[in-house]
């Protein structure tokens, strides 16, 4: 995909936004019974004739699968995803997601045409802030032959290595700027979701029975975890920031039919320590095997690609104990609920992240740096 880029220099620190509009003057559909073709016909400048539901699932967003019928012969994309807060129940329950829905259509409308990321071509990007909707519309890739990232199923070294590629590349264009810079609103707090599910309570569902994640039996001490957060929080290196995908893990990816790559899910897109997209990307990905042997040279590649596509220059030892804290992350796997992932993958998850915080000595080092602020 050919993808214009824009550098610091030409926009004064900052990214233009494009020309067409994101706010939308119109209310933006908020059942499905709402996508109807005259809205279809408006979005994309062409008469839709009939819109057919293929297939609805909900999550955190909903995608809602639908073919089009062209009122005269067209070349206008026939099998999309709708992507947006669709589900009444759980907006309910959480009306602040909305704000996440209108989070990755700013992604998509502002960021990704400037980035050149593999990304699902975007037709649609729309905002109505009086509603709060956000809503893509993008390809539907499982119609093009496309596959999409199974946490029970690790991927291979090579495909790893590409993916990590992905996020250098994002990570270079935007070093060292802010969100805001790319005008992409503030993202949904991973430490407030993190510090709710490290209520007592909530720590007591998942570990009290035999059903508990399997993870380190040391890791299992509420307080110490909590503690090590705050840390990794509150001594992440800023020098490493830039504007990072946010929850970089292998069920938010797609492959194409070559093999190659790329991330979904825009949600959480904000600025951070691009070290968290890639320990999380990486350890979640391979088998603890393979991360075992091939976790330092994927991490070197890392370093190598986000030089050449244009950010600073970092060896390995430099910024290696800021990869081992990053890793803590992933502890986080063994805190989502049934509500979040299924119980299999929950499990999966845990075990390769549990395996990287005991072999990197990630709580050790965080907990070695608490002290140190403290003296």
């Known amino acids: 995909m050919a993808i214009a880029t824009f550098t610091a220099s030409e926009t004064n620190g900052t990214i233009p936004r494009l020309k067409k509009q994101l706010e939308s003057s119109d209310p933006l559909p908020l059942t499905t019974d709402e996508l109807t073709p005259a809205w279809f016909s ?62 990755e259509a700013e992604f998509y409308h502002n960021l990704g045409p400037i980035v050149d990321l593999r990304l699902p071509p975007a037709h649609y990007c729309g905002t109505h802030t009086e509603s709060g909707q956000g809503i893509v519309v993008l390809s539907d890739l499982n119609a093009d032959g496309y596959t999409f990232g199974d946490p029970l199923q690790p991927w291979p070294v090579s495909r790893v290595r590409s993916g990590v590629e992905q996020l250098a590349i994002l990570h270079a264009k935007t070093w060292g700027h802010k969100a805001e810079d790319f005008h992409l609103g503030a993202a949904f707090s991973l430490r407030d979701v993190i510090t709710s599910l490290m209520l007592p309570s909530e720590w007591e569902k998942r570990f009290s029975d035999g059903e508990k994640p399997p993870v380190a039996d040391y890791l299992v001490d509420r307080e110490r975890i909590f503690a090590a957060f705050q840390t990794l929080w509150n001594t992440s290196d800023s020098k490493m920031n830039c504007v990072v995908h946010g929850d970089a893990h292998i069920g938010n990816t797609f492959v194409t039919p070559a093999g190659e790559p790329g991330f979904l899910d825009w949600q959480g897109v904000h600025a951070g320590s691009a070290i968290h997209d890639v320990a999380y990307f990486i350890i979640g990905s391979l088998s603890i095997e393979d991360r075992r042997k091939n976790e330092v040279e994927l991490f070197e590649y890392y370093l190598d690609i986000l030089h050449k596509k244009g950010g600073p220059r970092f060896e390995k030892d430099e910024i290696w104990d800021e990869y081992r804290k990053h890793t803590f992350h992933g502890f986080a796997w063994a805190l989502a609920s049934s509500l979040m992932q299924s119980q299999e993958i929950v499990h999966t998850m845990s075990a390769r992240h549990s395996a990287a915080i005991v072999d990197h000595k990630s709580l050790e080092l965080l907990e070695a740096l608490a002290v140190q602020k403290s003296e």
């Open 42 to 103: 408006k979005i994309l400048g062409k008469r839709v004739e009939q819109v057919s539901i293929v297939n609805t699932i909900h999550g955190t967003a909903s995608k809602i699968l639908v073919k089009l019928t062209y009122e005269n012969s067209s070349d206008g994309p026939t099998a999309l995803c709708v992507k947006g807060g669709f589900n009444p129940t759980i907006l309910a329950l959480h009306p602040s997601l909305f704000h996440v829905y209108r989070l």
